[in-house]
Nanobody, 121 residues
Framework: QVRLVESGGGFVQAGGSLRLSCVASGNFFRVNVMGWYRQRPGEQRELVALLTSSGSTTYAGAVKGRFTIFRDNAKNMVSLQMTSLEPEDTAVYYC???????????????WGPGTQVTVSS
């Protein structure tokens, strides 16, 4: 069974920083893509940042230049360094991964339970 476990959410004032981390554990062949989505109150879940195993990154426009995603492939871990946080960044942040279970032809999407980030003005 594959699990994504997040850590690092919390409360911060505007302009502050937080780092989120997520570790994938369980029985699988390889973690392909890892990243973060967020869901603000009353809105749909949206992409924040993604990082492939080869190092390609994708960022949402709203966070580009403020957030940095990086991963440790050996530990199956992805982290999101968030700086210059704004009240609009307040959301539940979800870790996301595309994982190959038994081979590269058998992939599935996985989500973590979410971690709350609250930015006060």
């Amino acid at each position: 069974q594959v699990r994504l476990v997040e850590s690092g959410g919390g409360f911060v004032q505007a302009g502050g920083s937080l780092r989120l981390s997520c570790v994938a554990s369980g029985n699988f062949f390889r973690v392909n893509v890892m990243g973060w989505y967020r869901q603000r109150p009353g809105e749909q879940r949206e992409l924040v940042a993604l990082l492939t195993s080869s190092g390609s990154t994708t960022y949402a426009g709203a966070v580009k230049g403020r957030f940095t995603i990086f991963r440790d492939n050996a530990k199956n871990m992805v982290s999101l360094q968030m700086t210059s946080l704004e009240p609009e960044d307040t959301a539940v942040y979800y870790c996301y991964a595309i994982i190959a279970l038994r081979s590269m032809s058998s992939v599935s999407n996985y989500w973590g339970p979410g971690t709350q980030v609250t930015v006060s003005s």
